[in-house]
């Protein structure tokens, strides 16, 4: 199995739409550990952990988040492997 982390920056209206909320539902439902946290900039940030697959599948979501969001830009940087060991809200 093939562990891959995410560090991934997600733009456009993706403040209060339930978006941390929504991603971390997303996140539990598919084994994937890290974090999700609101920017002052408007924009939200998160952490992905896991199979590489799933954290792929994340990224994914993050393109179109829950049902009242419109993102507009999805920045990926590929980090190493820490272990995180849940998924939080920030």
């Known amino acids: 199995m093939s562990t891959r982390r ?5 733009s456009g209206r ?8 929504s991603c971390a539902r997303e996140a539990r439902e598919r084994s994937v550990t890290g974090w999700v946290r609101n920017l002052p900039d ?5 952490v992905f952990e896991g199979r590489a ?8 979501w993050c393109g ?3 049902r009242r969001a419109r993102v507009t830009g999805v920045a990926v940087r590929d980090e190493a492997p820490v272990g ?4 939080t809200v920030r």
Do not use: Y
Not at 84 to 87: A, D, H, K, R
């Open 6 to 10: 995410a560090h991934v920056w997600v």
């Open 14 to 21: 993706v403040q209060g739409v339930f978006f941390r909320d």
């Open 42 to 46: 408007g924009r939200v940030e998160a």
């Open 53 to 60: 697959d799933d954290v792929e599948a994340m990224i994914a």
């Open 64 to 66: 179109v988040g829950p």
């Open 84 to 87: 995180e060991q849940t998924f």
